[in-house]
């Protein structure tokens, strides 16, 4: 039981980190854009989105490869604790100035990427010899 809520919890925790450590990527690749009081372009805020859907699949495929039982509950969790999160950081930031759609992308996205990693660590595990 512990090693699988540690799983999904430091594999969203991971991704939470990796998604914050592309922010000096971001600032370099557009200066000026990621500025604190202002809201990015929106070419900004695809390669952000990007950058997310990335670290998103590579995390889920981690969530899935470490899980101890069944990855694909494992990976459901993963997605659902990213879901609830993505939520309550969509509601506040809401009535602010950044567009809706990138809150949306990233609530939609989520799904998607998660479903990728683990279609994409099952692939691993089927070429593994027995």
């Known amino acids: 039981m512990f090693k699988s809520i540690a799983a999904v919890i430091g ?17 370099r690749l557009f200066p000026g854009d990621f500025v ?50 993505g939520v309550a950081t969509t509601i506040p930031n809401w009535s602010k100035d950044w567009p809706h759609w990138y809150w949306l992308s990233w609530l939609l996205t989520w799904p998607v990427s998660c479903w990728l990693g683990l279609v994409l660590a099952r692939r691993r595990t089927e070429r593994l010899p027995a």
């Open 36 to 85: 604190k009081g202002r809201v990015p372009s929106d070419t900004a805020l695809m390669a952000s989105t990007t950058l997310f859907v990335l670290v998103s699949i590579l995390c889920a495929w981690l969530c899935a490869r470490f899980s101890p039982g069944r990855a694909s509950r494992h990976v459901l969790w993963f997605f659902i604790l990213g879901e609830v999160m």
């Open 11 to 27: 594999t969203y925790l991971l991704s939470v980190l990796l998604v914050i450590a592309t922010d000096p990527l971001l600032s």
